[in-house]
């Protein structure tokens, strides 16, 4: 069992930069590779970036890729995503993901689906205004 606590959330200005965290507890968090992902109301949930379970490795979706950045810190039990030039239509509400294989080294894009995650956090709102 794990539980992932996002925060970091807030009302900013386009162009604004913002960092979201998700906080894990329970699993032995550096064995698995998280995602973070977010979904708007009425919408699918998109995928956004995911981090390999060393981070030496990430992978991003092409609507975010050289604005968003994903790290963690297999030490405090963290990821977090660094976002910059928000724009209005990021607004949406952010969860982080935890993958279901321990120590997986595949190819991250197998890592952009929902259902590779069996944990999720209760999401943090980001709303960007113009």
């Known amino acids: 069992q794990v539980q992932l606590v996002e925060s970091g959330g807030r009302l900013v200005q386009a162009g604004d930069s913002l960092r979201l965290s998700c906080a894990a507890s329970?699993?032995?968090?550096?064995?698995?590779?998280m995602g973070w992902f977010r979904q708007a109301p009425g919408k699918e949930r998109e995928f956004l970036a995911a981090i390999s379970w060393t981070g030496r490795n990430t992978y991003y979706a092409d609507s975010v890729k050289g604005r968003f950045t994903i790290s963690r810190d297999n030490g405090k039990k963290t990821v977090s995503l660094q976002m910059t030039s928000l724009k209005p239509e990021d607004t949406c509400v952010y969860s982080c993901?935890?993958?279901?294989?321990?120590?997986?080294?595949?190819?991250?894009?197998?890592?952009?689906?929902?259902?590779?995650?069996?944990?999720w956090g209760q999401g943090t709102q980001v709303t960007v205004s113009s």
């Open positions: 993901a935890a993958d279901d294989e321990p120590f997986y080294s595949g190819s991250l894009y197998y890592r952009s689906h929902p259902v590779e995650y069996d944990y």
């Open positions: 329970g699993r032995t968090f550096s064995r698995y590779a």
